[in-house]
């Protein structure tokens, strides 16, 4: 079964073609971060301004590197939320019309779900269950993920994600958006050891993350050292940060590994592409018995070949949208509105 897949929820506009869940025949991305460089984050309107105007394309190009035409196709898929309302209105709407012109079933798929998916693609012998740890822009979670479309929430943040907090600590030291990249680079030069920034865990819910503290913590610190016109070495400041944040996450997705029983662990979101946090769960999974799951660099991101694998087992389990679907910003991986 060949899904064309469709993802615009925030700042990359992409369109890919998989074949029964696991096997890319194309995968076009369009990155707008130069766009919404010069503004230090992404402005929604001027998101949802370049998905019009670039998604046609994308979508034409996906088809031709697959060598595929709409008749080919069995099923069209889309991220339908969360994410910014506008920008996932575009390729919801784009691809409810072409469901519709060419009478195929029109698959909604949550952002989150096609994160954890983009494992399926680099390991084809992954299957549920499996314990997975979502880390993103706007996501911080460890997930049971029981079978391809049945999950549940083991520990989440309660205020921000790891990402924003990678983003925010990365301006403050004066790196481009988005920080977290640039963040992991700079810190690969530094000692983590040189400073020491707050680690937060919960004695009630001990698998869930709080990382406003260690946001405020480097603000804090950087905006000391200009007003006492101290110099600190700023690969250290990232080592030490990304330190205590990759820190927290392993700790609490291992903790709830052994407390749960699982033995397969799978990361999923923009941040599984750090370092540090990959160099940690390799060595804490070699030293426990877990076989770890990491996506290649390339599916880290945002992209749409993960909407068209996780679309697959969302067909799979009956789950198909008519034409009057909406998006929604916000709405657990569960499915619920929140
Ligand atoms: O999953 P993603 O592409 O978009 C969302 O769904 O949010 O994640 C983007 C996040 C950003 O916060 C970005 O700074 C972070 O992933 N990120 C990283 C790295 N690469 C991307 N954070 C830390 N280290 C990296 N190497
Ligand atoms: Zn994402």
Known sequence: MKILAIETSCDETAAAVVENGRTILSNAVFSQIEVHKEYGGVVPEIASRYHIEKISQLVEQALEESNCSMEDIDAVAATT??????????GLNFAKALAFRHNKPFIPVHHIRGHIAANYLAYPELEPFFLALVVSGG???????ESYTGFKVIGKTRDDAAGEAFDKGARVLGLPYPG??????????GNPQTFKF?????????????????KTSIVNFTHQCKMKNEEFSAPDVAAGYMNAITSVLCENFVKAAREFGYKKLVVAGGVSANSMLREKLNEICKAEGYSLYLPPLSLCGDNAAMIGAQGYYEFLAGNIADMSLNAYATKSILGERV
């Open 81 to 90: 939320a969360p994410g910014l309302i506008g920008a996932l209105l575009v």
């Open 139 to 145: 996501h911080s979670h460890i997930v049971a993920v």
């Open 180 to 189: 977290g990249v640039h963040m992991d680079r700079l810190a690969q030069q």
């Open 198 to 214: 707050p680690k937060v865990h919960f004695t009630d819910a001990p698998y869930d993350f709080s990382f406003s503290g260690v």
